[in-house]
């Protein structure tokens, strides 16, 4: 969200204090205008429609109450010495309501994966899994349980919405980010992420989609130029953000930081107006990422309704006169107006405000390791080295990734405050920008838990030589490895740091019978792949992690989840090695002039891969990835038989059947080929379903799948086409795994 070098962290208890007295003092201005006079004001009657309601207000308001809406009050709690309104609830932007039409001010935080800056006024948060952790759960009730949690806590905070949502693809692996983001596919991506908002908004909390669109990276993000065909676009990136919204009908889509096709994401004609308000049918209101406003007049025709946090002041007395002037109308400005106030509304945020209260930890906690239970991939399990054994002649070596007391959080806008501030570093205040944070749940604890009567020792692996002399003398080692990701950078390679590869190759060279757990922000290199008999990704695994992971290692919870994107060998796999930006010199773009005249020099990021992202550009290349899209190893072992399709219905049915000896949750995968006549040279996903079978035991399931995500964008026609032909459809447990095959013909 906001740029890295702008500090967000701890302020001392004495600034806290201050502006604690004065959000006292304002108490009285807060409370008159969560009590206003009802009763000649028609719009708060809940049978009218949002935009019925919304349009009233509009009627009521003055120019300067218009604008006071269309704009944040400035950077407040995240830059140091800015000033922080007295009704402020410190989170990262801060609209003004209008007191007297009954009209609630908007407080709104960053919550990708939970609360941030809450110990900024002493209150806790929940840390869920990463997103894209919880996005390999392929659980859409999952997805709406983790919003819930989000929402409810920021209703219990005092917030009334959310700026997470993350929905950008990962076709860059190396990106800061895309531990926020859930995959690289546009149709669980968007899936999962229209849920997780869907949840969110049940909670009387506005929702929001993000970073609109194409940005999927960190490097030069507000100065890359990315360059991609309309049809690539909306069958790829664009089409998550479609998915999404259709799901969610959030309150709100944040506009991002980079430049597509020569113009900026927040003063773009063809993303903002014909696609998302137009296509899309989006009837919510679009914000700036922190900062992303560049001009006035441009952005407010191009289809930006709400400039954040504000300070730059493009949208605040320059669109006042340009409305004067006639350079916006005044049409346009009711409609940003309205589509702010129709999202409150609609989210019940006027009609149920949030109250002040205690968060609940012990069910976020819950909750959270629910989620990551089933958001844990098992990856290889050579000779059945899992689950573990509870035995009294056990011995189990637990070495590196702080395991002894924590697991790890990402960073930048989507840090969540840790207890004390840092389990394995504790100091006072919450959170700093740029510094790794462990969260309080140690796997060495619940491992011990599970297995009371074995030795269970750890050795924290800065040593390799050390290290693998402790695991030659167990019977299992257990290796964690950890990769710490954050908005503001992105990585050069996909290797692990701090060289734990090396570790790994130590000690698996003592001990055969090794495990790896990854606690990574996205895909990694595993050059000891081959060698370690087991591979367990947990992602960041959120408050509950230990816990869940304890549970999956000795078998309490058969894992289920499956990789929401592919994992490359090396980066020589992927369509750009190199990323543009980190060297300067190179993919020099035009040099855009803003609505101040100031230089900004952009780099040029041509997408030559088009629409196919992750497991799409490893089949069309012909290349084979570490691990595929959609794999993920269970406990038991399934069976697929009988797959058959309805063409006039459109739905495939199959069987599958759990062949193993224990209960478990089976992913079924349905994929798509088109028509010869569409030119891809790649499946698609279209459906999905988990499949819970006891041992034994079959279930038929019998999916629909949608024409949307069947057919091809026609540029000249500017709209979606369901091709005639045959289409082949696929099912089976993983992208590189589809044993069955049927035909779905389309008539002409």
């Not at 960053?110 to 997103?131: E, H, K, N, W």
């Not at 109250?355 to 906690?365: E, L, S």
């Not at 040279?681 to 988990?690: D, E, T």
């Amino acid at each position: 969200m906001h740029s890295p070098e702008k500090h967000r962290g701890w302020k001392s208890v004495t600034a806290l204090m201050a502006l604690s007295l004065t959000m006292t003092l304002g108490a009285g201005t807060a409370l008159a205008q969560k009590h206003p006079d009802l009763s000649a004001m028609p719009w708060m009657n809940e049978a009218l429609s949002p935009d019925q309601r919304a349009d009233m207000v509009v009627q009521q308001m003055t120019l300067d109450e218009k604008i006071q809406m269309v704009h944040g009050d400035g950077w407040g709690v995240l830059r140091p010495g800015a000033p922080v309104d007295p009704r402020s609830n410190f989170g990262a932007g801060f609209v003004h309501g209008i007191d007297r039409l009954g009209i609630p001010d908007i407080n709104l935080t960053d919550s990708a994966v939970g609360i941030r800056m809450a110990a900024y006024a002493g209150r806790y948060a929940t840390l869920l899994p990463s997103t894209l952790g919880a996005a390999s759960s392929w659980d859409t009730d999952a997805a709406y349980l983790y919003g819930s949690v989000i929402g409810r806590e920021l209703w219990d905070e005092g917030y009334n919405m959310t700026i997470g949502g993350g929905v950008d693809l990962m076709r860059e692996p190396r990106n800061g980010r895309n531990f926020e983001y859930a995959g690289e596919d546009p149709v669980l991506a968007g899936t999962m992420d229209g849920y997780v908002e869907k949840g969110v908004i049940a909670q009387h909390v506005m929702s929001d989609i993000k970073h609109y669109a194409l940005n999927d990276q960190e490097t030069v993000r507000n100065e890359v130029n990315v360059e991609i065909d309309k049809k690539a676009m909306r069958e790829s990136d664009l089409l998550a953000f479609e998915v999404a919204i259709g799901i969610a009908k959030p309150s709100a889509v944040m506009c991002s930081y980079n430049l597509v096709n020569g113009d900026y994401a927040c003063e773009n004609d063809y993303l903002l107006n014909q696609v998302l308000k137009q296509d899309f049918g989006f009837k919510g209101f679009v914000l700036s990422d922190w900062g992303g406003t560049h001009t006035t007049v441009k952005a407010a025709l191009n289809g930006l309704d709400q400039e954040m946090p504000g300070d730059d002041g493009f949208f605040a007395a320059p669109l006042k006169q340009a409305v004067q002037d006639g350079k916006v109308p005044m049409p346009r400005l009711n409609d940003m107006v309205h589509r702010i106030l129709r999202s409150m509304f609609a989210a019940g945020v006027v009609d149920h405000p949030p109250i002040h209260t205690v968060v609940d930890p012990f069910q976020g906690r819950d909750d959270a390791r629910h989620i990551e239970e089933e958001s844990i991939v098992l990856l290889k399990n050579e000779d059945g080295i899992l689950p573990l054994k509870a035995a009294p002649s056990e011995s189990i070596a637990l070495i590196g990734g702080h395991a002894d007391l924590a697991v790890l959080s990402g960073g930048g806008s989507a840090q969540v405050d840790a207890p004390n501030g840092d389990a394995v570093h504790p100091h006072p205040g919450g959170s700093r920008w740029g510094v790794p944070v462990y969260f309080p749940s140690s796997p060495l604890k619940y491992i011990r838990e599970k297995s009371p009567a074995a030795t269970v020792s750890y050795n924290d692996g800065s040593n390799p030589a050390a290290a693998a002399a402790f695991a030659k003398k167990a019977n299992v080692a257990v290796v964690f490895v950890t990769q710490w990701m954050s908005e503001g950078h992105d990585a050069h390679t996909l290797s692990l740091p701090d060289n734990q590869d090396a570790l790994v190759d130590a000690v698996v060279a003592a001990n055969p019978n090794t495990i790896v757990v990854l606690e990574t922000g996205g895909p990694v290199s595993m050059p000891w792949a081959g060698k370690v008999k087991g591979i367990v990704e947990a992602w960041y695994p959120g408050i509950g992690g230990a816990q869940a992971l304890a549970n999956v290692l000795f078998g309490d919870v058969n894992p289920s989840g499956k990789l929401p994107a592919t994992f490359p060998k090396d980066i020589a796999q992927l369509p750009h090695p190199e990323i543009v930006g980190m060297d300067r010199s190179k993919d020099k773009g035009a040099v855009y002039v803003d609505g101040k005249g100031r230089k900004i020099q952009t780099w040029n990021l041509s997408y030559t891969e088009g629409a196919k992202v992750g497991y799409k550009w490893f089949e069309a290349t012909h290349q084979q990835p570490l691990f595929p899209f959609g794999f993920g190893l269970s406990y038991t072992t399934y069976a697929y038989s009988g797959l058959s399709v309805d063409d006039a219905a459109r739905t495939v049915h199959f069987t599958v059947k759990n062949t193993g000896t224990r209960k478990g949750t089976e992913i079924a995968e349905v994929y798509t080929k088109l028509p010869a006549s569409a030119h891809e040279n790649y499946k698609r996903l279209v459906a999905w379903q988990r499949v819970t079978l006891a041992p034994g035991e079959s279930k038929d399931v019998t999916l629909t799948l949608n024409p949307l995500y069947l057919s091809v964008f026609d540029t000249a026609k500017d709209g979606w086409q369901l091709l005639s032909g045959d289409y082949t459809v696929m099912a089976g447990e993983s992208s590189a795994s589809t044993p069955l095959t049927a035909t779905l013909h389309v008539a002409e």
